[in-house]
C-alpha cells in the first residue's frame, strides 16, 4: 500500500506580527486539523524561540523534557499528550498578536513525527498517509493553501 506525505503552506489572506512575522489572518483550520492528528500522539515536541518566554512559560508547567542546547536559538519541550495539555493547544493556542504562541508544533507516536505545524501555524505537513486522508486534506484546506503531496512508500 502506498503512503504519502503532504505539506501544505497558508500563501494568502496573511498579516504581519509586530516582529515581522506573515501569519494567517483566520485560524479557523487551527482545531479540527490539530483534533484530527493529537488522537494518534502519544508525545507533543513544541520548539519556541528562547526570548519568547510567554510560550514557553506556558507549556513548562507540562513538560516532561527540556532542550536548550540542541538549538542555540530555541528551546524544545516535549509533552505528554493528555487533557489539559490537548485543551490548551486546541482552545487556547494564541498569544497577544493572534498568532498561534508556538513556533513549531510536532505529533509524534513512539518517538517518530508525523505531523507538523511551522511558522506559527502557516505550514504543516502530514507524513506517511493513506491516498483517502490526502484526499480529505486536499478538500479541508482552503484555496489560501498551496498543496503539495508524494509518494512516500520507499522513504524510510
Keep these: 500500500m502506498h503512503k504519502y506525505s503532504v505539506h501544505f503552506e497558508i500563501i494568502n489572506n496573511l498579516r504581519s506580527t509586530s516582529e515581522g512575522w506573515l501569519v494567517p489572518n483566520s485560524y479557523d483550520f487551527w482545531k479540527p486539523l490539530v483534533l484530527r492528528y493529537i488522537k494518534y500522539s502519544d508525545t507533543l515536541r513544541i520548539d519556541c524561540w528562547n526570548n519568547d518566554e510567554y510560550a514557553i512559560n506556558r507549556i513548562l508547567p507540562y513538560a516532561k523534557k527540556i532542550d536548550r542546547e540542541s538549538n542555540p536559538n530555541m528551546t524544545s519541550v516535549w509533552l505528554d499528550i493528555h487533557f489539559d495539555v490537548i485543551d490548551d493547544i486546541i482552545n487556547n493556542p494564541f498569544d497577544n498578536e493572534q498568532k498561534i504562541a508556538w513556533f513549531s508544533l510536532f505529533l509524534e507516536t513512539d518517538e517518530k513525527c508525523f505531523f507538523s505545524s511551522e511558522h506559527y ?15 480529505f486534506l486536499r478538500t479541508f484546506i482552503t484555496t489560501d493553501f498551496c498543496f503539495h503531496t508524494w509518494d512516500s512508500s520507499d522513504i524510510s
Excluded: A
Design 121 to 135: 501555524g502557516k505550514e504543516f505537513s502530514v507524513l506517511e498517509v493513506n491516498k483517502e486522508e490526502v484526499e
